[in-house]
């Protein structure tokens, strides 16, 4: 039990993890595997794959529709060479691009097997 008094408490977030659906675990591992993340953990109906301070959980949905209304964005440095990367994997749709946003951001997008939408975005630094 803390003594400090309630106007001295003060929580700090640390961290968000989104849980996206998917119709096959082993195919959105596979997947996220392929953009570069590892599997932490992976069982029938849930899995948690990271890469470097990022970690996404996957969860098992009948719904695919569900799957198709879902997105999530990562915030990156040096997105340019991310793109370069799935690039060259061939991830990356054909008419894919970093564009440039009025929000002062880059950003490029992925879409899953199950169509989430996976934002991959780089803060610019204000001018």
């Known amino acids: 039990m803390s ?8 929580a700090t977030l640390i961290s968000a993890a989104p ?3 998917t119709t096959s675990i082993s195919q959105a591992t596979s997947f996220y595997g392929q953009l570069g993340f590892q599997v932490l953990h992976q069982d029938a109906e849930y ?8 970690e996404l959980h996957v969860w098992l949905c009948p719904d695919p529709s569900l799957a198709e ?6 915030q990156v440095t ?10 060259s994997k061939g991830l990356l749709a054909s ?7 009025p929000w002062g951001t880059k950003e490029f ?4 097997p199950d169509r989430v939408l ?4 780089e803060r610019m630094p204000s001018a």
């Open 3 to 10: 003594t400090r008094s309630p106007s001295e408490l003060q």
């Open 19 to 21: 849980v996206l659906p």
């Open 47 to 54: 899995a948690i794959v990271k890469r470097d301070a990022v």
């Open 69 to 74: 209304k879902s997105s999530c964005r990562i």
């Open 78 to 87: 040096d997105i340019e060479a991310l793109y370069q990367e799935y690039q």
């Open 95 to 101: 008419n894919a691009t970093v564009r440039h946003t």
């Open 109 to 112: 997008v992925v879409f899953d």
């Open 118 to 121: 996976i934002t991959f975005v």
